[in-house]
């Protein structure tokens, strides 16, 4: 009987096709492009400033021999380079770099020296500091060519005075990143990738779980259904078990995305220099092991059970399908806020207690998946309470199939 209720509500689901498209479609598409496109755009987009040779403006007179560093290329691989900029003269910094004429100007409001010891030189750079193009692009171009000027003339005034390189710095800091692997090809965006999952797992579950509820309060067909030969215990645990399965038809499609991701991030590895680094910072080179991804398995399953109680118990009160809508919509922002908090997970005391909070450990443990950290403890505690919590939910779910009062609310 209890499969039977299921597969009742199930059937009135799939009727759908925007349902199945935001099932599957959606799931399959979405990660893929936030934790595979969005790096590899910022890669092409900052590679193509690398090679294409900006307009700057100079205000005065620069030395000959910083002129040449601004204006030459210089390899940053086997096959690619780090366009120069073009020196253009220009009378008004401000104007020039807000009307977009140049992206930035070098003013000289005096001469710089030529030699290290003798004076120190000043020089101002108009840019547009908030704007990403020009940080990456000319911006970035003068201040490395600036700094490499700086370098030889106090190389050459070093060389002069019988004094090696090393005078300066004395001691040479190499910093050794000692992240595991996972976790750094995890990147900067691992924090959206259990946002993403399980915003996938409750918008997956709501359509069966208002429809087989409110939405059979409004049609009047759930009267019809309480009068059948059926328990309440058996109608609750049915339409809990299809609002799961929707639920997790929707993370399958999700966790498949979440594959598929790092398949492709493997093969595009072996891209620009500047794209690779691009991907490396932002993430996209994501993978599993085989315990990960059983790990991932569990608790994606409890979170499922855990939502899909969450909104039986919710909607079984609302009137109509349009009220049940206001009631489970702000079960969205429960989701988005502890998950943006996942950003600052490096700030928090990790206790083992904070895995067993329903959902939010369920989060951090699938941040730990995707960073490779994830332990078989850890796991077990997160599925625990998501189990707690949809035993309680489905107990008041229960509770409210018993009352008159919540059925006939309509």
């Not at 209890?2 to 959606?26: E, F």
């Not at 759930?222 to 399965?245: I, Y």
Request: charged fraction near 15%; glycine fraction near 8%; charge should be positive.
């Amino acid at each position: 009987m209890l499969w039977q209720v299921a597969q009742r509500d199930l059937l009135s689901t799939l009727r759908d096709r925007r349902t199945l498209a935001n099932t599957i479609l959606i799931p399959l598409l979405v990660l893929p492009l936030l934790t595979l496109g969005m790096p590899l755009l910022l890669g092409k987009l900052m590679g193509g400033q690398v090679s294409e040779r900006q307009k700057v403006g100079v205000v005065g007179t620069l030395p000959a021999e910083l002129r040449q560093i601004l204006t030459q290329n210089r390899a940053l691989g086997p096959e690619e380079q780090v366009q120069g900029v073009e020196l253009v003269p220009v009378t008004d910094p401000l104007k020039a770099v807000q009307s977009g004429e140049v992206e930035a100007v070098i003013r000289v409001p005096q001469p710089l020296p030529t030699a290290a010891g003798a004076a120190q030189g000043r020089l101002e750079l108009y840019a547009k500091l908030g704007n990403l193009k020009s940080q990456s692009g000319a911006y970035a171009k003068v201040r490395s060519a600036v700094q490499s000027y700086n370098r030889d003339l106090t190389r050459r005034a070093l060389v002069g005075a019988g004094l090696s390189e090393t005078v300066l710095e004395p001691v040479q800091v190499r910093a050794v990143d000692a992240s595991p692997p996972q976790e750094k090809r995890a990147g900067m965006l691992a924090f959206l990738v259990p946002m993403l999952m399980l915003s996938f797992l409750l918008n997956g579950g709501m359509a069966t779980a208002l429809d087989s509820t409110a939405g059979e309060k409004e049609r009047g067909t759930l009267e019809s259904l309480l009068v059948t030969p059926v328990r309440r215990g058996e109608v609750v645990a049915g339409k809990l078990l299809a609002t799961t399965l929707m639920s997790l038809a929707t993370g399958f499609f999700s966790l498949l995305g979440f594959l598929a991701t790092g398949l492709v991030a493997a093969r595009l590895s072996q891209r620009s220099v500047v794209e690779a680094e691009a991907m490396q910072a932002m993430g996209g080179q994501l993978t599993l092991t085989l315990g990960s991804l059983a790990a991932m398995a569990l608790v994606v399953m409890s979170v499922a059970l855990l939502i899909s109680a969450v909104l039986i118990a919710l909607s079984i009160y609302a009137r109509s399908y349009k009220e049940a809508q206001t009631y489970v919509s702000p079960l969205s922002l429960l989701i988005v806020f502890p998950a943006v908090m996942l950003q600052f997970s490096d700030f928090l005391k990790m206790g083992d207690w904070l895995y067993a909070l329903p959902l939010f450990g369920s989060m951090v443990a699938i941040l730990d998946v995707v960073k490779g950290q994830i332990t078989l403890g850890h796991t077990l505690a997160a599925v625990a309470g998501n189990l707690l919590g949809t035993a309680v939910l489905g107990w008041l779910a229960w509770r409210s199939f018993g009352r008159e009062e919540v059925i006939f609310r309509n």
